[in-house]
């Protein structure tokens, strides 16, 4: 066990992590699913403090910790790795089976369709064939009501 106020090591975080398949889970986690830990004066990640230390290197400017393995308490410096922040977005994106009304995200139900952004370049995105339908009978419904 780690004494008061010294300060962590790459040793010390795979030690206080608790086992989970592959994943090493942090104890102590915040109401978002993340780890969290004191280190150096402040509260941070858990993650965070894992990869910079394991990798003896700071997290650059405009690049994320990302979760391999998609669990936020994992501290496994194996399952992280830097990206970009749309890189991490496209990601997590992908990795849901579902759209938010529950439908399966499959290819039978899905569509996918580039999006053209202001500050230039473009992103793939995917929408719910069953939402598109029951949206566009909405407007139906309403284009109706609206001439009568």
Not at 8 to 31: N, R
Not at 69 to 97: D, F, Q, Y
Request: with cysteine; net charge positive.
């Amino acid at each position: 066990m780690r004494k008061r106020n010294k300060p962590h090591t790459t040793e010390s975080i795979l030690t206080e992590s608790v086992q989970s398949g592959d994943c090493l889970l942090w104890p102590s986690l915040k109401a978002n699913g993340y780890g969290y830990i004191g280190h150096k004066g402040k509260t941070t990640y858990a993650h965070r403090v894992s990869y910079a230390l394991h990798y003896g290197q700071g997290i650059p400017t405009g690049l994320e910790v990302d979760h391999t393995c998609g669990n936020r308490a994992c501290v496994n410096p194996a399952h992280l790795e830097l990206v970009t922040h749309s890189e991490n977005m496209n990601r997590a994106r992908n990795k849901r089976t579902t759209c938010r009304a529950g439908h399966l995200l499959d290819d039978v139900n899905t569509r996918l369709f580039v999006v053209k952004r202001k500050q230039g370049g473009t992103r793939i995105q995917r929408y719910c064939l069953k939402c598109r339908a029951m949206y566009q009978a909405e407007l139906r419904r309403a284009a109706k009501t609206a001439r009568t």
